[in-house]
């Protein structure tokens, strides 16, 4: 008896996978005919789930439906029907047949579960597995997350997280199962905190598909991840503000979070400093996604956004840290109004803290303020003096001298936008030492750097009192008579050098120490072989009658 059951358990299922496979190729009433397909997949998962001695009864009478179906399809797929409304309505019976069959084996189902506690579990795919194998898998987990116990349905999701994280060919298969869709999106708003869990890691793992974000968001996902928002678990919160932040880097997601009421209940949270970095991050992630409309970002600002991240700067979570100043720097770019806010909530001396060397601090965290300073405190006078008031000058001389290569660069930009932006700036850097700094520069590796540290140079010396300062010290105009040497590499930034050196022919003692050192050939060397107009120009400036006589013996010795 055991072996009837046995082999008529087996001859339904595959008798089923057969029918399912066979469907797809069907191409009239797709409709009728994609209803009949998902209810197959949910009794073959039942019985692949069930054993043959508790489903035995319901064998003979599945099996019967199945054949009818089978004949049912066979007629569609030859388009050997009399009449479409006769067919039309042979389907909803069998329809509705194949709904009574999955109704009652749920019952089964659920009942054996809470007689035993254990259902018999489907093993996973190996690698490579074909996809009719991972279909068969994945019906299997929707099964038991319809009708399993609570330990059943955390069990089986947490199945399909693995599964979806490890190969991306499962989301795929996922997303094409609509029903498994809405499943997920209905577990969110349950009342059940691990399912809501578990659901949320799953949907945060699919919407991390450019192509899928589409189906989430058509099945009406974003409501319930913002009410998890709102009173969902720590974890719950975590993975649905992942979720939205990888939805909403499609522009087009952004009024439907605002819509949700989204804006004011992740402000909320970044406000209350809940779960630190792991949700606050992600939180700045989905505003700074938001701001990218004009409306929300008008609304953002209205709502305090300002003031709430000139405060979390001061935090000592690094992922904090960096989420608010990007999002600062991101929602002030380009909006004046904006940007003067920032000011007047304090955010110029909150970003200059963190660069404080005797404040503990990651080098991640100054980088991002490097450039946030960069970004927004250029646009206008008032703030470059704010900046030299705070003593940013000292700072930014530490970090060229002492920093890491990242930040030693970007402390070169900031200074050449400091040259940039007034004589005041300029005489502050003079007065601070940076010119001895940006002439060890001059002969870097990196072109970049060598490229900024000149046209920083070429501009400060631009300034009386910073010639005099430059000249005093010998060894500065041999290294740029040197780097002159036809023959030597550097030759991009030979003409910013003699805009240098021109430069400080204004004056004297620089050019007695140009004409007498003895590397002033080079000039003369660039001038003959016509490399540069400018050489030239510099030989026309130091050829005065004072100088010629010097000149004649140094350059024709």
Known sequence: MADTAGSGHRRVITLISSLISLSLSIRVFAGKWQLIRSRLEELCSAFVAGDSTSLSSEIPEVTGTVEECHELARR????????????????????????????????IFKKRVSMHGYAVVVSRPGFGACKDDMRFYLRDLMTRMKVGDLGIRKQALMNLHEVVVEDDKYVKLV??????????????????????????KVVSVVAGFDYYKGVLV????????????????????????????????????????????????????????????????????????????????????EEGVVSTFVKLVRSKDEVVQVSSIELIQNIASGDELVRQMVVREGGVRVLLRVLDPLWTCSSKSREVVMRAIENLCF?????????????????????VRN???????LGLKVAFRLCEASEEAKKALGDAGFMAELVKFLNAESFEVREMAAE?????????????????????ITLLLQLLDPGEGNSGNKKLLISILMSLTSCNSGRKKIVSSGYAKNIERLAEAEVSSDAKRLVRKLSTNRFRSMLSGIWHS
């Open 76 to 107: 569609c797929l030859d388009l050997s029907y009399s009449g479409k409304l006769l067919m039309q309505s042979d389907l909803d019976v069998t329809l509705g047949k194949l709904e009574a069959h999955v109704k009652k084996l749920s019952e």
């Open 175 to 200: 997303v094409e199962a609509s029903e498994f869709v809405h499943l997920l999106v209905d577990f969110l708003g349950c009342d059940e905190v691990e399912i809501v869990e578990e659901a949320a």
């Open 218 to 301: 058509g099945a009406g996902v974003i409501g319930p991840l913002i009410r998890i928002l709102e009173c969902g678990s720590e974890m719950g919160k975590i993975a649905a503000v992942r979720c939205l932040c990888r939805l909403t880097e499609n522009s087009d997601n952004a009024w439907s979070v605002s819509a949700h009421g989204g804006v004011t209940v992740l402000l909320r949270i970044c406000e209350s400093g809940e779960c630190k970095g792991e949700l606050i991050g992600p939180a700045c992630g989905v505003l700074r996604n938001l701001c990218g409309v004009e409306e929300i970002k008008r609304f953002m600002v």
């Open 379 to 399: 646009s206008s006078s008032s703030c470059v003096n704010l900046l030299l008031s705070y003593g940013f000058v000292d700072q930014l001389m530490y970090y």
């Open 403 to 409: 920093g890491e290569v990242s930040i030693q660069e």
């Open 456 to 476: 920083a140079l070429s501009s400060m010396v631009t300034v009386a009192k910073n010639r005099k300062r430059f000249v005093q010290d010998d060894q500065n």
